[in-house]
């Protein structure tokens, strides 16, 4: 089954320990991107990848990192997490940058 | 910059009635609209899109048209179901070019829909 599929689905931490949240589709997509959702802001652009090892930053990408080492993978890297990035967390993919984007299930983070 | 602004919610419906869920949009250039539904404890799935203007984009009785002389991208139902509660994202894609973010969507805030028997 093509598939986004994210973990872990749900992840409570203290502020400063540093976590990543998986992210992996089976759709052979060049076009990787996380998003953030807060209540009444919508989803905003965290990181995009092209390809394997090009990624750039998107609307909101302070305290985030990411790499792309393979196509498949495109994990988020909270290093030192605070209070202000508990959110729901979606990665999504495409084909191509102007392709439907497909998401995946999301995961919902609480930073104490 | 783009932006997309949703109508308030939350709407709430009995089975049968109309829905519209209002959308509009800044962008520079030529976007593609979207409409993604995501149902409670779940992912976003696209619902439809429309990437020129006048197109009309549908799936499962839900429609909504490009207008570009309005900017506007409405969605529209003729008749709800219950199972169509869920909340409703109306979002714009540039094509992207010149140091752009590629691929990004914009989404607006967001529709909460209830549907009651």
């Known amino acids: 089954e093509a598939q986004v599929t994210q973990n872990p689905r749900y992840l409570i931490t203290v502020t400063g320990k540093k976590l990543t949240v998986t992210c992996s589709q089976n759709?052979?997509?060049?076009?990787m991107s996380w998003y953030r959702q807060d209540p009444g802001l919508g989803l905003r652009q965290i990181y995009y990848s092209m390809n394997v090892e090009v990624t750039d930053k998107g609307d909101v990408p302070e305290g985030y990192k990411v790499s792309r080492k393979e196509k498949r993978n495109f994990p988020l890297i909270l290093e030192s997490p605070s209070p202000n990035q508990t959110s729901l967390y979606f990665c999504a993919s495409s084909l191509g940058h102007r392709e439907t984007q497909y998401f995946g299930p999301g995961t919902r983070l609480l930073v104490l | 910059g783009n932006s997309v602004t949703q109508m308030e919610g939350p709407v709430t419906l009995s089975e049968e009635a109309f829905l519209t869920i209002n959308c509009t949009y800044t962008?520079?250039?030529?976007?593609?609209l979207f409409w993604y539904v995501q149902y409670p404890g779940e992912g976003l799935q696209l619902l439809l899109k429309a990437t020129k203007a006048d197109d009309k984009g549908s799936n499962k009785g839900f429609e909504a048209t490009y207008r570009k002389e309005t900017t506007s991208f409405h969605l529209e139902k003729g008749s709800v179901q219950v199972s169509d509660s869920a909340v409703y994202f109306c979002?714009?894609?540039?094509?992207?070019?010149?140091?752009?973010?590629?691929?990004?969507?914009?989404f607006g805030q967001g529709t909460i829909l209830t549907v009651h028997p």
């Open positions: 979002a714009l894609r540039n094509p992207g070019a010149g140091g752009t973010s590629y691929g990004k969507l914009t």
């Open positions: 759709m052979n997509h060049e076009y």
């Open positions: 962008a520079t250039g030529y976007p593609s």
